[in-house]
């Protein structure tokens, strides 16, 4: 069968913020190399990132990256590896200086140095005064950056198939992945991209619930990927709730609103988060805020009709503030909530965020799994970088401002990485024709039109399930039933029916293996969630309140074959610095 094919030294799936920052280097490095996206580069998600990213610049209040690291640390709940994440905060601090030089238009502060505003879960000196170490470029520093990078790979030539869906990852006949098989979205043509390394950059999978403020293109294409070819996916019960989601709707509200000096009240005007955390208040982790939220609508303080959800007020900070600050939320509240921040409050609840867990990765992006007896061995030729991966700087709980870090600094030592593989391994490997074909039978799989549900309505029932089971609050009961749910969701995938119309048969098709990657992700945070029995970070369950570091200080690792869990230990040992030990958690 003769299938197009295009050979480059590296392949790269995604062309976010983690991509562009990888392909940018292998660009510089004079190597081919191949982006593929399935929507134009300077739509990916990044685009979204409001608030900012963080880097211990000190340029408005006392920083060091070890009270970055400090605060990363007890905001993953101590689930981090704490070698991963000295690391990234160490980086930091060159990455944003390294963006400032390319061009990414930073606010300043009078003194002419990179704005910093405050960002939930910082403090100064190990737990002390809040900081300042969140650099943006007013509330649409992702755009800013992600333009950047763009601009700087069409500089630099790489090569972007712009509208290209990945369906599954292709190996030679000894198992070694060597590319990737997919599909241009407007002709409907498979195309063989053999590459001598590749790099899974897909983002997050914040559609698989209902309510989110991820975009569309959030379906986790690269995590099932990964799933596909064997490897597990680690933590993936940590799911982040982010507290302010426009009620009902789910667009983001950036904690900047709060690092800016706003504040959440219930429906009789209380400030409310005064009671759930004493000292840092709205500005506690989001984990504790999202938790606060639902707890005040639970017992009765909600505001609106129905009381379920609570008010962002920011008026007070006067329109001068809100209109150099946080234009872009003004304008979001206008549209969505119909609201003007400038004089009302904001209606607000958690929103399905970001995805903590990932495919796991070692600290230069390699993905890196069990091999038996306790070691770990790289798969020769991946990478992951970004949302999808997993270096496991964020524990059971990211702090605002750390994505934006993580898949910079990640995206970039993956591409660095890369750059040394190929030269090592200069020789492109066959792909294997069994491989190929198993790839090409997923694509025709879809072929057909279906006679049961339709790719709407499947999907509709699968992100509501995943909202109501493996929410805020998860019991063993709410999730054993989410399970059996889900299971049946699974069976009637086969028989979904695609839409008819010939003219949009294309879309419909990538629809449904959206869903059926979507229900593959989604069915990873159930089991991992399932099988969890303590409360830590963003997975919190009221049938086990208590963090349990005896029995589970531990990543866990879900495999697709048998919905199977394993566990691996964290690494708590850093690179140059004493460990933070386990401590309570308290904001
Ligand atoms: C609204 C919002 C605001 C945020 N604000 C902040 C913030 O202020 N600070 C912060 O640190 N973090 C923030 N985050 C989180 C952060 O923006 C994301 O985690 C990060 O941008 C993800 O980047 P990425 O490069 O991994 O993926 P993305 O930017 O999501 O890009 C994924 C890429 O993969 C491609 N792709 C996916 N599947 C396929 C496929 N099958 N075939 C081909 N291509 C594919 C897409 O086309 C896209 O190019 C925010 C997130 C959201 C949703």
Redesign the pocket.
């Known amino acids: 069968m003769g299938i197009p094919t295009r050979h480059f030294d590296a392949l790269i ?8 920052n990888a392909a940018l280097q292998l660009a510089g490095a004079d190597l081919r190399v191949a982006v ?4 134009f ?1 300077t ?12 880097a211990a610049l000190a340029n408005v209040l006392p920083d060091s990256w070890h009270w970055h690291m400090f605060d990363t640390v007890k905001g993953s709940d101590y689930l981090g590896d704490q070698d991963a994440i000295e690391f990234m905060c160490r980086e930091a601090i060159p990455t944003v200086y390294e963006l400032e030089h390319a061009g990414v238009p930073f606010s300043r502060l009078d003194d002419g140095k990179i704005y910093q505003r405050a960002f939930g879960g910082q403090s100064q000196n190990f737990g002390g005064d809040q900081a300042a170490r ?1 650099c ?1 470029a007013a509330d649409r ?2 755009h800013a950056i ?1 333009h950047t990078l763009y601009q700087q790979n069409i500089r630099a030539r790489t090569h972007f198939f712009d509208e ?4 599954d990852l292709v190996r030679d006949a000894e198992g070694v992945i060597c590319g990737a098989l ?1 599909l241009e979205i407007e002709t409907g043509e498979p195309l063989l991209i053999e590459s001598k390394a590749t790099l899974l ?4 999978w ?1 559609q698989v619930f209902r309510t ?4 569309h ?6 995590a099932a ?1 990964a799933l596909r070819a064997g490897i597990p996916l680690m933590d993936m019960e940590f799911f982040q709730f ?1 507290p302010t989601g426009i009620a009902g709707k789910g ?2 509200i ?3 609103t709060r690092g800016e000096g706003g504040y959440l009240i219930n429906k009789d005007g209380e400030r409310f988060m005064e009671r759930y955390a004493p000292r840092a208040k709205d500005l506690a982790s989001r984990d504790v805020v999202s938790r606060a939220i639902v707890t005040e609508v639970k017992e009765g303080r909600g505001c609106g009709e129905n009381g379920d959800y609570v008010m962002l007020k920011l008026d007070h900070l006067g329109e001068a503030v809100i209109s150099k600050r946080l234009p872009g939320i003004r304008e979001s509240s206008q549209i969505f909530a119909g609201v003007d921040p400038v004089i009302e409050p904001i209606p607000v609840f958690p929103t399905a ?3 903590m867990g990932g495919i796991p990765t070692d600290r230069f992006g390699r993905v890196a799994m069990p091999a038996g007896h306790g070691s770990e061995e790289v798969v020769v030729g991946l990478y992951a ?5 997993c270096a496991s700087v964020h524990g059971a709980n ?1 702090l ?8 910079l600094v990640f ?1 970039r030592l993956a591409g660095k990485d890369i750059i040394e593989y190929v030269r090592e391994n200069p020789y492109q490997r066959t792909v294997d024709s069994a491989s190929l074909e198993q790839a090409m039978g997923r694509l025709r799989r879809w072929e057909h039109k279906g006679e049961g549900p339709t790719v709407q309505q499947l999907r509709a029932d699968f992100r509501k399930c995943m909202e109501d089971h493996a929410g805020v609050f998860r019991t063993e009961e709410i999730m054993a039933e989410g399970y059996n749910k889900l299971c049946e969701l699974r069976d009637r995938l086969p028989e979904v029916r695609l839409t008819d119309q010939s003219k949009v048969f294309n879309t419909a098709r990538i629809e449904a ?2 869903l059926e ?1 979507m229900m593959d992700v989604g069915m990873s945070i159930a089991v991992s969630a399932l099988h969890r029995q303590e409360s830590r970070g963003a997975h919190s369950r009221p049938d086990y309140p208590a963090r349990d570091d005896q029995t589970w200080l531990k990543h866990s690792l879900y495999y697709r074959e048998g919905d199977r869990m394993d566990y691996k230990p964290v690494r708590t040992k850093p690179l140059t610095v004493e460990s933070f030990p386990p401590k309570e958690r308290v904001y």
């Not at 990916?44 to 963080?54: F, P």
């Not at 970088?385 to 991966?389: D, F, K, L, Q, S």
């Open positions: 799936i995604g062309a976010g913020g983690a991509g562009l593929v996206s399935k929507v580069p739509r990916s998600h990044t685009v979204a990132a409001q608030g900012g990213v963080n969140t943006a520093t992702g992600l290209f869906f990945a369906i997919v950059a897909t983002g997050g914040g989110t403020s991820n975009a293109i959030n379906t986790g294409d690269g990927m982010h667009m983001l950036t904690e900047g965020h970001y995805a970088a970004g949302e999808c991966a990211r605002g401002g750390n994505s934006l870090l993580d898949i995206g293996l959206e990657n």
